[in-house]
């Protein structure tokens, strides 16, 4: 399980950590009818290299912030990629998976 932070109708969408740890997500998407959750999902998948399927929003659906489920992913795999996403503050390129 994850907590990520969501910043909708962000200029410049990706993945930071805060100085504090926090998983931010900034994404293009405005919260309207679920179109900032399905780019969440997206951008979360391709970050953990997991299918969409393997992603899914157990809390805070409508709010900003927001539990995640990572099937198949542990503790250890989780902390591995959230310590290797940036430096604090710094956004990480948008991951967008390929159609």
């Not at 250890?76 to 159609?99: D, I, K, M, N, Y």
Request: hydrophobic share 40%.
């Amino acid at each position: 399980m994850l907590t990520v932070k969501v910043v909708p109708r962000a200029s410049k969408p990706g993945l930071t950590v805060d100085e504090d740890g926090t998983l931010r997500a900034r994404l293009h998407s405005p919260p309207v009818e679920g179109a900032a959750n399905d780019e969440l999902i997206a951008m979360l998948a391709a970050a953990f290299a997991l299918s969409r399927r393997a992603v899914s929003i157990v809390g805070g659906a409508q709010a900003r912030t927001k539990r995640v489920r990572l099937a198949g992913v542990d503790a250890q795999r989780a902390a591995a990629v959230v310590s290797g996403l940036s430096e604090p503050g710094r956004p990480r390129p948008p991951q967008t998976p390929r159609r």
